[in-house]
């Protein structure tokens, strides 16, 4: 006897009848990947012709020195940049330099075989740091503070070798929310990464393009592109712990409280001098009344609902990409 869930059942023909062939969901997949791809490629290049805009980080004639260490970040920085180069109406020139600090098991090849595919120009700058922090810091010890300064300085050297007028570095919009938080809870400073800044000898400009990008979108880009990533432990240096925290806390804050975050990235460049505690930036010693009104006046926090901007489609400098 036929049971009611068997009058409504298919027959095994027609479950196969109905089924989508195989190769047409494949195609359809691949479609949909290929478009989310494309998506991904025109929002990193829009923010970050946005930020070289904005800042006016990168002009007519200029010769830009990316740093590139293998990581993810300054693969996807280069690789936009030559994207950008292509669009822009300005001619500039990218050349890419690598500093080999001769760490342990460092993949020497790699970076010169990928960039020689690319027909980019590049340099290698061989500089036997790892000794020296090895040498002077304590075993078990985070060697990432005098790394960077020894890295920085030979930069700087090669950047004048090099005759390059911008420095460009690959940090994104969670390193500028690190370390701001990271500058406000350890050091007891309103500070963070800025876009755009003269260096530390008075001679260079360096520039971050990636600053408007989320680390998420280069950890996927890297991935969607293959860039030959490589490790950026091999010195075996601890990881900083601080900053690891940080980075949980944004994570943490990203997934349980959606545009918390952009709010406060936002928040970077929109200060109110008059409504914080330094007397170097706004004379409250010398404050007096005026008789006018002013738009902030004593008005401490607006409770209405503020919306996170966005970034606009025009860009100075570089064309956007719809």
Not at 15 to 23: I, K, L, N, R
Not at 39 to 67: P, T, Y
Not at 193 to 207: A, E, F, R, T, Y
Not at 282 to 306: H, N, R, S
Request: aromatic letters at 6%; a neutral charge; charged letters at 25%.
């Amino acid at each position: 006897m036929l049971a009611a869930s068997d009058l409504l059942a298919p027959s095994p023909e027609a479950v196969v009848a109905d089924a989508p062939a195989a190769p047409a969901v494949g195609v359809r997949q691949a479609e949909k990947a290929a478009y989310e791809n494309n998506k991904l490629h025109k929002r990193l290049c829009r923010q970050v012709g946005q930020a070289i805009g904005d800042f006016n980080m990168i002009e007519n004639g200029d010769r830009v020195m990316v740093c590139l260490s293998g990581g993810k970040d300054s693969y996807a920085l280069l690789d936009i940049l030559l994207t950008l180069r292509q669009r822009a109406p300005i001619d500039f020139e990218i050349i890419a330099v690598n500093l080999d600090q001769k760490q342990p098991n460092f993949p020497a090849d790699v970076l010169p075989a990928y960039l020689s595919k690319l027909g980019v120009k590049f340099h290698v700058e061989n500089q036997d740091t790892y000794s020296i922090v090895k040498r002077v810091v304590e075993e078990g010890k985070t060697t990432c503070a005098l790394c960077s300064r020894l890295r920085r300085g030979i930069l700087y050297r090669v950047a004048d070798e090099l005759g390059a007028t911008k420095i460009a570095l690959g940090h994104h919009r969670d390193d500028i929310l690190e370390t701001f938080f990271l500058n406000m809870f350890f050091g007891g400073k309103l500070k963070s990464m800025p876009p755009k800044l003269q260096s530390d000898d008075g001679k260079h400009i360096v520039i971050r393009p990636l600053a408007y990008v989320k680390e998420a979108d280069t950890s996927r880009y890297a991935d969607i592109k293959q860039f030959p990533i490589i490790p950026c432990d091999l010195c075996g240096s601890q990881e900083n712990l601080q900053r690891k925290q940080i980075k949980a806390m944004l994570r943490d804050w990203d997934k349980k409280h959606p545009g918390r975050v952009d709010s406060i990235f936002s928040s970077l460049s929109t200060v109110v001098p008059s409504h914080l505690l330094d007397r170097n930036l706004f004379g409250f010693q010398d404050l007096q009344v005026t008789g006018d009104a002013m738009a902030e006046g004593d008005i401490a926090f607006d409770e209405e609902p503020c919306s996170t901007p966005t970034l606009m489609p025009g860009v100075i400098g570089m064309r956007a990409v719809d």
